[in-house]
């Protein structure tokens, strides 16, 4: 069953496949400028609104049907060339906007002999780009 996706990628659940996102938190908020006043308080402004932000995990597991060394150097590669993509759950995208990947940090978990990586956690960290 299709959770979301992202950058072509879909989270899916099924009892072949485990491929979803975990731990996402997402942030936004306000911009606002402030201009000093000679002998009184500060005057606030209203800028605009924050780019929305989120962040999550994905455990990629080779026994959850998942090759996590190609699924790591995809998302690496997807970074480092400045890609963006709508971020979809449930159905439907997190913003009207596209998420550009701002930084990945991976933790090998499992290596066999050889070097065969069969569990890697890959965080991800996007952004909203306008």
């Known amino acids: 069953m299709a959770v979301g ?29 402030t201009h000093d006043v000679i002998g009184g308080k ?11 932000k989120y962040t999550m995990d994905i455990l990629l597991r080779a026994q ?18 400045g890609y963006s993509d709508w971020f979809i759950i449930g159905g439907t995208p997190l913003s009207p906007y596209p998420f550009r990947l701002t930084e990945i940090s991976d933790s090998w978990d499992a290596v066999l002999n050889g070097g065969a990586l069969v569990e890697c956690k890959v965080s991800l960290t996007i952004e909203e780009y306008l």
Not at 17 to 24: A, D, E, K, M, Y
Not at 64 to 81: I, K, V, W, Y
């Open 42 to 52: 500060a005057r606030s402004e209203y800028i605009g609104p924050k780019l929305k």
């Open 5 to 33: 996706s992202y950058m072509g990628r879909t989270f899916t659940v099924s009892n072949q496949r485990i491929f979803t996102p975990s731990n996402l938190k997402g942030s936004t908020g306000s911009d606002w400028a």
């Open 64 to 81: 959850d049907g998942t090759n996590p060394r190609s699924t790591l150097q995809f998302f690496q590669r997807m970074a480092e060339a």
